[in-house]
């Protein structure tokens, strides 16, 4: 069975307890015998009617309905090495960002920094699934994205510091993580504005594939583009769904629902709060996941990025997720309820997939207790290499701000000015 052609599981728990309990009317909607934990729009669709994938998916049969405070009761899905990296990376991305908040408070770092802690399952669920070659979009909430996509924990602790080791040579600082060796497009502080760039990345790819006629075998190269709920109410967002359907673009659109935009809850700003739907209203699979669970973030993924890889077009998938922490470091966190909170404390994915590790047997308390000093001592080496680099030096101001070098413009010779040494000396042609 594929992940995709599971169908509607009962509404998130605090959504439903919003929501008008209506049965949902869409033609796009299956059967309400539910697969707790996804569901989604049919996978074929309802333009090309290209059949689904086959994606194994004995996982979907056997899960617990959302907001079950157990772990999950299905059977391994997953070799043990595989589990292993699931869980390093989420701890990798839970330590770091623990580390942020110490050190931010310790002013070491500057501006906003937002933090991931709760939805690790999420970017980890997507970004281990993806090559060097696949692209990453992310938002300003981009530390573990970043992390998850192979950027050394170093660079990325490097750079909220500010410092010239760090992977935007410290001039993008929190909010603008960039990597162009692991094609991590960036973060985007503007809500919204990293999809048009996920969306037109997905285009060249497609594009090197059919125009340029550099087709590989084993398929295009993928876009995954992670943005929230709030965002979801943007322009953006609706014009590079219609896009990318158009065109069968290699992406797959992220949503992490984490069910607020800074105080404004998603319930109140949203006329129909399911995000997923949007996804078939443009002829393309949408897909609502667990986003607390990193092995069915995981199964939706994989299929997700499947149809990309085989030009089969785009996939919304919404994550129902939970940030731990206030909006920004800066959020005395005073708008949320605390059975909200506690409610999805609960369920926090690292706590889950330990469980799950340990009643499968694919690894030892011991075993998990190695790779978490493994990380302790990766994020004190991080920030000590953050400490003691070097800032930017002054020169460094203006490079990488304008198209050209130094930012002074091409001259009429059509040289960038900078490289003329009268410029300097004031006799040089503006
Ligand atoms: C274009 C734009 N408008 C407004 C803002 C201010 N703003 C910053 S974060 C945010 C909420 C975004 O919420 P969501 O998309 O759910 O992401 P989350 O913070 O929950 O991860 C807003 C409105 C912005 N950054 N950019
Ligand atoms: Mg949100």
């Known amino acids: 069975m594929s992940a995709f052609s599971a169908v509607r599981i009962p509404f998130p728990a605090v959504v439903a307890a919003r929501s008008t309990g209506e049965?949902?009317?869409?033609?796009f909607l299956c059967s309400p015998a539910a697969a707790p934990g996804i569901h989604s729009s049919p996978?074929?669709?309802?333009?090309?009617?290209?059949?689904?994938?086959?994606?194994?998916?004995?996982?979907?049969?056997?899960?617990?309905?959302?907001?079950?405070?157990?772990?999950?009761?299905?059977?391994?899905?997953?070799?043990?090495?595989?589990?292993?990296?699931?869980?390093?990376?989420?701890?990798?991305g839970r330590v770091f960002e623990d580390m942020c908040a110490q050190m931010y408070y310790r002013g070491k770092m500057f501006g906003f920094v937002h933090l991931y802690n709760g939805q690790e399952a999420v970017s980890t669920g997507f970004i281990k699934l993806l090559e060097t070659r696949d692209s990453v979009v992310s938002?300003?909430?981009?530390?573990?994205?970043?992390?998850?996509?192979?950027?050394?924990?170093?660079?990325?602790?490097?750079?909220?510091?500010?410092?010239?080791t760090g992977c935007c040579r410290g001039q993008g600082g929190s909010m603008h993580m960039f990597s162009?060796?692991?094609?991590?497009?960036?973060?985007?502080?503007?809500?919204?504005?990293?999809?048009?760039?996920?969306?037109?990345?997905?285009?060249?790819?497609?594009?090197?594939?059919?125009?340029?006629?550099?087709?590989?075998?084993?398929g295009?190269?993928?876009?995954?583009?992670?943005?929230?709920?709030?965002?979801?109410?943007?322009?953006?967002?609706?014009?590079?769904?219609?896009?990318?359907?158009?065109?069968?673009?290699?992406?797959?659109?992220?949503?992490?629902?984490?069910?607020?935009?800074?105080?404004?809850?998603?319930?109140r700003a949203t006329s129909d709060p399911e995000i997923w739907k949007k996804g078939p209203a443009f002829g393309m699979p949408g897909v609502h996941v667990d986003g607390m669970d990193v092995l069915k973030v995981r199964e939706v993924a994989m299929e997700a990025i499947a149809r990309a890889r085989n030009g089969e077009g785009p996939t919304l998938v919404e994550c129902e997720t939970y940030r731990f922490r206030g909006h920004s470091l800066a959020d005395p966190d005073e708008l949320r309820k605390a059975d909200e909170k506690s409610h999805y404390a609960a369920r926090d994915p690292i706590v889950s997939l330990k469980k799950y590790i340990l009643e499968?047997?694919?690894?030892?308390?011991?075993?998990?207790?190695?790779?978490?000093?493994?990380?302790?001592?990766?994020?004190?080496?991080?920030?000590?290499?953050?400490?003691s680099s070097p800032h930017p030096p002054r020169s460094q101001l203006l490079e990488n701000v304008f198209a050209d070098p130094k930012g002074f413009g091409i001259g009429p010779d059509g040289k960038y000015r900078c490289e003329d040494p009268k410029f300097t000396e004031g006799t040089a042609q503006v």
């Not at 907001?67 to 701890?91: C, F, H, K, T, W």
């Not at 969306?199 to 594939?209: D, L, M, N, P, Q």
């Not at 499968?360 to 953050?386: C, G, H, P, Q, Y």
């Open 43 to 92: 996978l074929r669709s309802p333009r090309l009617g290209r059949p689904p994938l086959a994606v194994s998916s004995d996982v979907l049969s056997s899960q617990k309905p959302l907001g079950s405070n157990s772990s999950p009761s299905y059977q391994a899905v997953i070799s043990r090495d595989e589990a292993l990296e699931l869980y390093e990376d989420m701890v990798l």
């Open 360 to 387: 499968k047997n694919l690894a030892s308390e011991s075993e998990l207790k190695a790779i978490e000093k493994k990380i302790d001592d990766i994020i004190e080496e991080a920030v000590e290499f953050a400490d």
């Open 220 to 267: 295009l190269d993928v876009t995954v583009a992670f943005f929230g709920d709030g965002t979801c109410n943007n322009g953006q967002f609706f014009e590079c769904l219609n896009m990318a359907e158009l065109w069968k673009l290699p992406i797959v659109f992220v949503v992490e629902n984490n069910l607020w935009a800074i105080g404004m809850s998603h319930l």
């Open 139 to 164: 938002t300003y909430r981009d530390h573990v994205h970043a992390i998850s996509k192979g950027v050394p924990a170093r660079a990325v602790m490097a750079e909220l510091f500010g410092k010239a």
């Open 180 to 218: 162009e060796p692991h094609n991590l497009l960036g973060g985007f502080a503007f809500i919204g504005e990293g999809i048009p760039v996920a969306t037109g990345a997905a285009f060249s790819s497609k594009y090197r594939h059919e125009v340029l006629k550099e087709a590989r075998p084993d």
């Open 23 to 27: 049965k949902p009317s869409s033609p």
